[in-house]
């Protein structure tokens, strides 16, 4: 079969109305619209029956969706029917946040190791982590069977950590910052610029300004 | 003039275009198709031909963008030809983090401030900055000007932070974590929740395996 071409922003709206549907579920709301479901998140109604039908079809006219039912879809689309091991490379400021990042364990994202190759870092405690020299990397990722990694590491160690991470069987990396990273094919890689959502903020403070709004 | 209504994965992508080309500028290169910018960045050429579409007519059919111009025009479009102050609520480890990502000086953000209501922070140095109590806000607010705050602060704190920036003029913040703040009509909020981008990586790795890819 082939795989349909999802736009990213799909994938990234079915992740806010996954938590946005637990949420509900919580609350006990058994049905729930697309009217509702675009109103609790910010988008339009549209938007939310287009991103929903490119996995099929959901809900009954006049009816809406059963809560439960969406909520488990969007979390089997997203993977998130199980758990998942995660290890961070990088223990500055930027991985301890990480490391200790509540949002992940609620989504069922679980860091089973941290890293780092500073002397001065290794052994601290983060929690209920212990930071690792990066040569415990292989067993760590192996026995956890880790497929995801994150490096909160400098940019110009990062190519050299990815290397690590992939040769040890991870296919998933999140980067941070102005990293652009060489992997193989087979490897996701995301990157987080804060840049770029302060820029968003910055683009309405400007347009609105221009526009005498 | 009413402004139109552009869509927000736009302007992330605007931001995405305009560091590309900033990049091709320092390289010397002086025009340059939206096939190339397209490559550049990783999205189909219709998409940033679209996306520019947005803001009016650019290019010459046949010869493509020039490099400066359109980077001068990204960067006009997203408020950047001018700095911007920014204080940073919160001296745990995403605030250290933040208050010293290097990201943030290439684009023309400031952070002129780092406040904290932990005693055992205030008077700590992240780099060139001192963690002020947050009863220092107002001043530093007022003396730079200050429009955009960042809150890394634990969600419990965060409304009661949002609403001393608002009051004293911040009219755009920036949130991390499952946070949902109620503000005036005129700030705007926007959120980065980490396990998103998480989430955009195990759909991949599920769909892959799903599919047998």
Excluded: C
Aim: aromatic share 8%.
């Amino acid at each position: 079969m082939k795989a349909p071409k999802i736009p990213e922003a799909t994938i990234t709206r079915l992740s806010v109305y996954s938590r946005f549907l637990e949420r509900m579920d919580r609350q006990g709301v058994v049905t729930i619209s697309s009217g509702e479901i675009a109103e609790g998140v910010g988008v339009s109604p549209a938007q939310v029956r287009k991103d929903l039908a490119y996995f099929g079809e959901f809900g009954t006219r006049g009816v809406g969706y059963n809560v439960k039912d969406l909520m488990r879809y969007t979390l089997k689309i997203l993977g998130l029917t199980r758990p998942w091991t995660v290890v961070v490379v990088g223990a500055g400021n930027l991985g301890t946040a990480l490391s200790t990042y509540k949002g992940f364990r609620d989504r069922g994202f679980y860091i089973v190791g941290v890293f780092d190759n500073d002397l001065t870092k290794i052994g601290k405690r983060i929690q209920d982590l212990e930071v690792y020299p990066l040569e415990k990397l292989p067993e760590i990722v192996a026995r956890h069977g880790v497929k995801i990694g994150i490096l909160a590491v400098p940019g110009e160690a990062a190519q050299e950590v990815a290397d690590l991470l992939v040769q040890n069987g991870v296919e998933a990396l999140l980067t941070f910052g102005a990293v652009v990273l060489n992997v193989p094919e087979h490897v996701v890689v995301r990157n987080v610029d804060l840049s770029v959502k302060l820029e968003i903020l910055t683009f309405n403070l400007s347009f609105r300004a221009s526009h005498g709004l």
